[in-house]
């Protein structure tokens, strides 16, 4: 009976957070046509866009905003022509494959939408390489395994936060997210709300973030742990916090997208057949170097090994002498520091949203989950193969389903695997 109830809360917790979380829909009775113009990553902001009945009666002509995006709404369902001016793009951008029209068709009450994949125009004088299918399938196999490896290196540092906070406590933390998205913002803050450049904002934005994940262990999470609350309880309140946390965001931060003062717009660079801004590389490195510090620090430091102990047995950590309770909150500063640290990475990526911790969420949970629950090389490996499928994966399936193959990925190891990919085996009863 007692496992009823526990599996029934759960339940009604994991059903009131999906039905609470603030999605983004479309306008209502939207019916229309509707993209997103990106350069490697960054919107394009000023494109037109024309839009005409089939039979060449204009409808509309529209210019993407500062997010790159743009739509059009019409009054019946059919088939449209989508036209881009390409005179309208940036000097160095051209669309590839050469075609600007879209022939997309508008159903009842739906929003269709329309794809324009632009690359950078080849130097004056260089010839663009032919576009048959084998080069042109490989050269975008390459661009998209380093964009996976790009969103699997954030997705691992929000994750091993989180699985180290896992380990420690057994707290599965619906609100981790909210720490990726506050990091973003107490940047975003210090960058433009100050007049700090982007570098020392984030710094600070880090040691903050850090320092409100102790205190939260101290003032909030550590008090409930003395009182005796259980593992599900925790967690149900936990997206509690998440709820209150995204709203409080909403309020301060506003709705809207926006974007770091520095290392919004940067001209790519070519690397063999990939092509990005250099602030991926460097952001890249940054990261990798953060997960391999963390994971030594956890192998090599007297902290690390106590981390260990605790997540192996608390109470045998215990008698042996460790302080349970100083090893936990270093965890939680350290958890919401890198949380920070993942949330501007994910800022400089894109655009900054009060729901950008809230839209990896899942992510986060389906690389701790396939890395191995409570592990810190487990969530590395982990959101690397969820990252890399995301990506990869749009060259067989339509963009809007890449998370879906993600998951199908992580049912099928576990399947095979429940402890994950580097996780343990644990007797059961």
Same mark, same amino acid.
């Given at each position: 009976?007692r496992?009823?109830v526990?599996a029934?809360?759960?339940?009604l917790g994991?059903l009131?957070?999906?039905?609470?979380?603030?999605? #983004?829909?479309g306008?209502?009775?939207?019916q229309?046509?509707? *993209?997103t113009l990106?350069?490697q990553?960054?919107?394009v902001? *000023?494109?037109k866009?024309?839009v005409t009945?089939e039979g060449g009666?204009?409808v509309?002509?529209? %210019?993407s905003n500062?997010?790159?995006?743009w739509?059009?709404?019409?009054?019946k369902p059919?088939?449209y022509? !989508?036209?881009?001016?390409?005179?309208?793009?940036p000097?160095?951008?051209?669309?590839r494959?050469?075609?600007h +029209?879209? %022939?997309?068709t508008? #159903?009842?009450?739906?929003?269709?939408?329309v794809?324009?994949?632009?690359?950078p125009?080849?130097?004056p004088?260089?010839a663009?390489p032919?576009?048959d299918g084998?080069? @042109?399938? =490989?050269?975008?196999?390459?661009?998209?395994?380093f964009e996976g490896?790009?969103l699997?290196?954030?997705i691992?540092?929000?994750?091993?936060g989180?699985?180290?906070?896992y380990?420690t406590t057994?707290?599965t933390n619906?609100a981790h997210?909210e720490?990726?998205?506050?990091?973003?913002?107490?940047?975003?803050?210090?960058? &433009?709300?100050?007049?700090?450049h982007l570098?020392?904002?984030? +710094?600070?934005? &880090?040691?903050?973030?850090g320092?409100l *994940?102790?205190f939260?262990?101290r003032?909030?999470? $550590?008090q409930l742990?003395?009182r005796? %609350? $259980?593992t599900?309880?925790?967690?149900i309140?936990?997206?509690? &916090?998440a709820l209150?946390l995204? #709203?409080?965001f909403l309020?301060?931060?506003?709705?809207?997208?926006?974007s770091?003062a520095q290392?919004?717009?940067?001209p790519?660079?070519?690397?063999g057949?990939i092509?990005a801004a250099p602030?991926?590389? /460097?952001a890249?490195?940054?990261?990798?170097?953060?997960?391999? +510090?963390?994971g030594l620090a956890l192998l090599?430091?007297?902290?690390g090994?106590a981390?260990?102990? !605790?997540?192996?047995n608390?109470a045998?950590?215990a @008698?042996?002498?460790?302080?349970?309770?100083?090893?936990?909150r270093i965890i =939680?500063?350290?958890?919401g520091a890198i949380a920070a640290l993942?949330?501007?990475m994910?800022?400089?990526?894109q655009?900054l949203?009060y729901?950008?911790?809230?839209?990896?969420?899942l992510?986060i949970?389906?690389g701790?989950t396939?890395? $191995?629950l409570g592990?810190?090389f487990?969530a590395?490996v982990?959101?690397l &193969?969820?990252?890399?499928?995301i990506?990869?994966s749009?060259? =067989?399936v339509p963009?809007?389903l890449k998370?879906?193959g993600?998951?199908a990925?992580?049912?099928? !190891?576990?399947? /095979?695997?429940p402890?994950g990919?580097?996780g343990?085996?644990?007797r /059961?009863g």
């Open positions: 009976m496992r009823a526990i029934f809360t759960a339940f994991g009131v957070f999906l039905l609470a979380s603030p999605a #983004y829909a306008p209502a009775d939207c229309g046509l509707k *993209g990106k350069l990553g960054q919107p902001n *000023g494109a866009i024309s009945t009666q204009p509309k002509e529209v %210019t500062a997010q790159g995006t739509d059009v709404q019409v009054d059919g088939k022509q !989508v036209t881009l001016d390409v005179g309208s793009l000097p160095n951008s051209e669309v494959g050469g075609t +029209v879209r %022939t997309p508008v #159903y009842e009450g739906n929003c269709s939408t794809l324009f994949a632009l690359q125009k080849a130097a004088g260089q663009q032919e576009d084998g080069s @042109s399938f =490989w050269t975008r196999a390459a661009q998209l395994t490896l790009n699997g290196l954030i691992a540092l929000a994750a091993l989180l699985s180290l906070i380990g057994g707290l619906f997210g720490l990726v998205t506050l990091g973003a913002l107490l940047a975003y803050g210090f960058n &433009v709300g100050f007049g700090l570098i020392p904002a984030a +710094v600070i934005a &880090v040691i903050v973030a320092g *994940g102790y939260q262990d003032l909030f999470w $550590g742990r003395r005796g %609350t $259980g599900i309880a925790m967690m309140i936990s997206i509690g &916090v209150f995204r #709203y409080v309020i301060f931060f506003g709705g809207e997208n926006e770091f290392y919004t717009a940067q790519g660079i070519e690397f057949p092509s602030k991926n590389f /460097v890249m490195g940054i990261e990798l170097a953060v997960l391999i +510090v963390v090599r430091t007297r902290t090994k981390a260990r102990a !605790v997540a192996d608390p045998l950590a @008698s042996s002498g460790i302080n349970v309770d100083r090893v936990i =939680w500063t350290l958890g993942a949330g501007i994910l800022g400089v990526s655009n949203k729901t950008m911790g809230q839209d990896i969420l992510l949970f389906a701790v396939l890395g $191995g592990t810190a487990g590395l982990g959101s &193969v969820v990252g890399l499928f990506q990869v749009t060259l =067989w963009p809007e998370s879906v993600a998951l990925v992580l049912i099928i !190891v576990l399947l /095979v695997r402890q990919i580097l343990r085996r644990e /059961v």
